[in-house]
């Protein structure tokens, strides 16, 4: 059987998700969530799903936000993972794992393991370095990176860091990457991406810091056979996708069924990370590469990235307590872009979910069962359902916009019909006719209700029940 193994990023656990991190999330459910429905309507088409997502603990940040709380790390840790589930419960993310990289039973021995196969390569040494470190990155920045001397994203100064530390010898695979890339291997979804990273590739990658030295405070996975090094966040996060697996444990079997992955998601602001340094970590362990990147922009608030160092963040829990979670899974799925950049407002959810839900889908569904129920003595017999082929072709590109677009297509459509059949009043005079009529209605909404399960799976469930108890639904989306 095919298998289908999808990871978000792991998130940094220093401050409450936002919905940049939601939109990750959740593209990433419906994604899971459709290959997990191909083979209810196409058995040859059946695939095992593996659905991983969770948070990135070794990072400088997560001591200074304890400390702001006066916590101890643990328990803040303890409460911003709660945080996180809680939120994913909410908004009904089906993961399989939630990954913690904190986990010395679960993670690190996998995470070393794959540390002992890049140095077996020979590709890890040990070097005295200066530069310039950025924390919100993680990561070594260039004097050019910096706009007045700051990082741009961040809005910080770096600190100066010199250190004699472990590097990876990342030059090494520039010229195999990018062909591993250019040729589709991995492939990179959108074009202008792989474009991005194939640039710089043939300016060639510099080798990377991979190790930060104890007596920093760093706190992370310690390299092995060097107490006073632990290894850097970046290469024991990446490591995450193949720890979940059980990589470098005794019992293997996930890793063995479901690696390499077939789908990493994540914003474009750590594609370099992902299409650079980790399948050259990869190619360096002699390990096979993920099938593909999925490579979402930035939802913008005022212009600029939403985002935790900005503070122009808008809490996912607020928009799924006045509107549902549905209303925020739906939204997320039409209207911000799975490409490009995206501008969220209040206004502009508020606006989305009147005409998409509340006046679209929701509406329809109470019209034609209000119908239903009043005029067809049982439940519809409803014809084979399946994916519509568009359907399926969008969601394996990724495009999950263009996929809720054909489920909002398909109310506007069959709202029409409705408008243009007046089963209300062919039912008056010719009852059997009417009856007819709706039933086709109904066959109509079921075959809607196939798209939304994987986008809005309470609603749709909602919906699939009163079809088949031939009931008008309680109010699915009220108006605001
Ligand atoms: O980078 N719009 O974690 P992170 C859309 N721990 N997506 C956004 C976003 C926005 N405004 N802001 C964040 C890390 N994201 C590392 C990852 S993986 C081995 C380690 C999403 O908490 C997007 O997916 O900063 C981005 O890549 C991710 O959150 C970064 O989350």
Redesign the pocket.
């Known amino acids: 059987m095919r298998t289908f193994y999808i990871t978000?990023?792991?998130?940094?656990p220093n401050a409450k998700l936002?919905?940049?991190?939601a939109?990750?999330t959740t593209v990433s459910d419906i994604l899971a969530r459709y290959h997990r429905l191909k083979g209810r309507y196409a058995p040859e088409e059946e695939e095992r799903v593996y659905f991983l997502t969770g948070s990135?603990e070794n990072?400088q940040k997560i001591l200074p936000a304890a400390k702001a709380v006066g916590q101890r790390p643990e328990d803040f840790l303890e409460g911003v993972v709660a945080n996180f589930k809680n939120l994913f419960s909410e908004l009904d993310i089906s993961y399989d794992q939630f990954i913690r990289t904190s986990d010395e039973k679960a993670h690190w021995p996998g995470a070393q393991l794959l540390w002992q196969k890049l140095q077996a390569s020979g590709d890890i040494y040990k070097k005295e370095y200066e530069g310039l470190y950025c924390v919100g990155h993680?990561a070594f920045l260039t004097p050019k990176d910096l706009v007045d001397g700051k990082c741009p994203e961040h809005g910080e100064v770096p600190k100066v860091v010199r250190e004699e530390n472990y590097f990876f010898r990342l030059s090494r695979y520039s010229e195999t990457v990018r062909a591993h890339i250019e040729s589709g291997e991995i492939a990179i979804f959108p074009e202008t991406r792989k474009h991005e990273i194939l640039s710089l590739l043939r300016e060639g990658l510099q080798d990377v810091s991979f190790s930060r030295p104890t007596s920093a405070g760093s706190i992370g996975v310690p390299v092995p056979g060097d107490k006073t090094q632990v290894m850097y966040v970046?290469c024991d996060?990446?490591a995450?996708?193949l720890t979940a697996l059980g990589f470098g444990q005794s019992d293997e079997e996930l890793y063995r069924q479901f690696w390499p992955a077939q789908v990493h998601?994540?914003?474009?602001?750590?594609l370099r990370?992902?299409a650079a340094i980790w399948p050259a970590m990869l190619l360096s362990a002699n390990l096979p590469l993920p099938k593909a990147l999925l490579v979402?922009?930035?939802?913008?608030s005022g212009g600029r990235?939403?985002?935790k160092s900005l503070g122009n963040v808008i809490d996912p829990e607020e928009l799924i307590t006045a509107y549902g979670a549905d209303a925020l899974r739906f939204y997320l799925a039409r209207h911000i872009s799975p490409f490009e950049d995206s501008e969220l407002t209040r206004e502009s959810f508020k606006d989305a979910y009147n005409a998409d839900l509340a006046n679209g889908l929701g509406n329809l569904a109470a019209r034609i069962l209000t119908l239903a129920e009043s005029h067809l003595p049982e439940p519809v017999a409803l014809p084979r359902l399946a994916f519509p082929r568009e359907f399926s072709e969008a969601l394996d590109r990724f495009e999950v916009n263009a996929a809720a677009e054909l489920i909002a297509t398909a109310v506007q459509k069959l709202d029409q019909k409705i408008t243009a059949t007046a089963p209300f009043k062919v039912v008056k005079e010719n009852p059997e006719k009417g009856r007819e009529c709706i039933s086709e209605l109904v066959a109509g909404l079921a075959a809607i209700v196939v798209m939304l399960e994987p986008v809005i799976p309470a609603t749709a469930r909602k919906i699939w029940v009163a079809i088949q108890e031939n009931k008008k639904p309680e109010t699915l989306f009220l108006r605001k």
Request: hydrophobic share 40%; charged share 15%; net charge negative.
């Open positions: 978000t990023p792991i998130f940094y936002h919905l940049g991190h939109y990750t990135d990072t993680e970046w996060a990446l995450n996708y998601v994540m914003g474009k602001d750590i990370f992902h979402h922009g930035f939802i913008v990235k939403m985002s």
